[in-house]
Structures are given as C-alpha cells and as structure tokens.
C-alpha cells in the first residue's frame, strides 16, 4: 500500500480551509497564559495538540523555534533575566519606559509597533491615505515580491510546485531529497 496524506482533522481526510481555520480556533482557546507572570518559565500552558500543530506548519524553522520560546515564555527579555538570576535592569532596551516582558517587547512597546506597520503594501496604502503621499508602485511591488518569495520558500521544497488550499485524501507522496543545507526528518503513522 502507498503512502497517502490525510487530514485527520476532518471525516473526509481532506484539508480544507474551514478545517484548518476550526483547528487554529481550538488551539488559540487551549493557548492559555497568564501575561503578568514573568517570572514563570511557562507561564503559558499548550496542549499537545498545540505543539503538533506548530511544528507541522510550513514556516522557517528558526520562526517555529521563535514562536515556541515565546509561548514558553522562555525568550531572554529583560524582566524574566532580572527575576531569574537577580542582575541587569529590568526595563525595555528599546523604549526605557516600560517593563520589558515578551508580550512588551514584541507588541506594545513604541518600537515594535512601528515594525509591525512596515508592511509594504498596507504602508503604503496608509501613507496614500492619511498623509497624501504617493510611494512609487514599483518599489512596493518589488518589496512585496520579496516578502512573498521568502514565505514560499518555507512552503514547498525546491522543484514542487505551490499547492492550493485544498489537499486530497489519496494524494501519494513520495520521499524526496532535501535541498542542499535542509536536514529533514521523516516518519511513519499507522491508524487502527
């Protein structure tokens, strides 16, 4: 018997947008943190099922690694070094106004959001529309072309084509050879 993918998030074995999208919801809700406890290595409590989900995302390696410090609360921000090991100082290097915790540092400090809105398009789509400036469309192109090209990399190996949204039960796979530089990890299943 071939091998097959299949989605067992689903009676049919297919992935489909609406059964990803109930999946993400499920473990958004399990996701449970407590954001003033710093001091907790993991403070932010994941069900298996959390963890499984985030390591079979198509994404860079380094980002899934980024994503899981930061559920565990275990990124090196100021705050969670200073109760630890007691040395430093425990406000944000960046802003120097705040405590700086991960949720600080990554999404309220003045800082990280000017970051966040660095979005080519949707900068420049607010420039247009708040300061009656004109960005040349070209350069936004280019720029979104390069963020574009970078997510597609994460998402399929080098010569398979970009899939849709929707995968089919009796797709075969077959093994392949990673990139040059890419080590890659494969394993069985059974169901009974």
Known sequence: MKDRIY???SSTGEY???SGYKLAKCIRKKV??????VESSSSRKCSAQSWSFLWGLNLKQKLKHFIWKYL???LPVNAIIKARCSKGDHMCFCCGE???TVDHLLFFCDYA???WEVAPIWKS???RQFEAKAR??????QKAVGEWREYQDAQVEEGEPVRGSRVGKEELSEWKEPREAWVKINSDAAVH
């Not at 449970?32 to 406890?37: F, I, L, M």
């Not at 040349?136 to 192109?141: H, K, L, S």
């Open 125 to 127: 789509r607010n420039t």
């Open 7 to 9: 989605w067992s998030k």
């Open 32 to 37: 449970v943190y407590d954001r003033s406890n």
């Open 72 to 74: 565990q609360n275990i």
């Open 113 to 115: 959001k000017a970051i």
């Open 16 to 18: 489909t947008v609406k």
């Open 136 to 141: 040349d469309p070209m350069t936004v192109v």
């Open 98 to 100: 705040h405590l700086e």
